[in-house]
């Protein structure tokens, strides 16, 4: 086997059995310290937990508004931060004005205000919406605006030179060297959005999987607990994953997209 094909499948013979050595230890650990299975139950329990969640209609309900909440955060976010992050990145003086308000709204913990955006919008959709878009929204626009910014002044005096018009510029020049630093903020954000959506449905909801997390744990259900904790970072890396496949269609040509291709063989 060739060293480049052994580097290709390293993922896919690390990750099960690291998977399997955790199951494994955490069975050892249950098993000698005889710990209660209503503090951490073991292993099989939890497996046999996910098989019943994963064929319970209503799990599927809850899934799929969690991720309902967590794309439409993201998507406000995405918009609302790339739109920024340009307008910052091109006008330093804004930035520079708007910064101490845009660093502090962003040292604020976001939980404490999921209290007063249920009050704002209700225990429905909106507010689970509202608190993934705010997470999501910094490492977006922060990004696009480094992105904005990355740009070479000689670079912009050769299209000066090529008689480009802004919008010319803009499409061959200042969107394509933004492209990457926007998909790394998306990769982040992706991440933080579904996170709001959980928190937002744990602190104030009654539908989703955080919801669900806070049902099974008034039961003291641990093992339907850890079987919907997987459930939702099985989302999360099905969201990631997701976000990090549009590098390959949307910037070929990066580095960071045909190194890890060459790294993958």
């Known amino acids: 086997m060739s060293r480049d094909r052994s580097r290709k499948l390293l993922p896919w013979i690390s990750t099960p059995i690291i998977l399997v050595l955790a199951f494994v230890a955490w069975d050892v650990f249950v098993r000698v310290s005889e710990i209660s299975d209503a503090v951490l139950p073991p292993p099989g329990r939890v497996l046999s937990e996910m098989v019943t969640v994963l064929t319970t209609a209503e799990t599927w309900e809850h899934a799929w508004i969690t991720t309902s909440e967590t794309l439409g955060g993201f998507l406000i976010a995405l918009v609302v931060g790339v739109v920024a992050g340009v307008v910052l990145g091109k006008v330093p003086w804004l930035e520079l004005s708007l910064r101490p308000v845009i660093v502090a709204s962003q040292v604020v913990p976001k939980v404490a205000l999921v209290p007063l955006f249920v009050i704002w919008f209700g225990f429905g959709i909106t507010s689970k919406v509202v608190i993934s878009a705010m997470l999501a929204f910094f490492p977006i626009m922060l ?20 008689n480009a018009t802004r919008w010319q510029t803009f499409r061959h020049l200042e969107m394509k060297s933004t492209l990457p630093y926007v998909l790394a903020g998306m990769e982040v954000g992706i991440v933080l ?40 970072s099985l989302i999360g890396l099905l969201l990631y994953f997701a976000v990090n496949a549009l590098k390959r269609f949307l910037i070929p040509w990066h580095e960071s997209v045909y190194a890890q291709q060459d790294l993958n063989g």
């Open 193 to 232: 959005a579904i996170i709001g959506a959980i928190v937002g449905e744990y602190l104030g909801g009654s539908e989703g999987l955080g919801y669900m997390l806070v049902r099974t744990l008034n039961d003291l259900n641990a093992s339907a607990m850890f079987a919907t904790t997987i459930l939702l």
């Open 143 to 162: 990004n696009t605006q480094l992105g904005v910014r990355s740009v070479e002044a000689g670079q912009r005096e050769v299209m000066r030179s090529l």
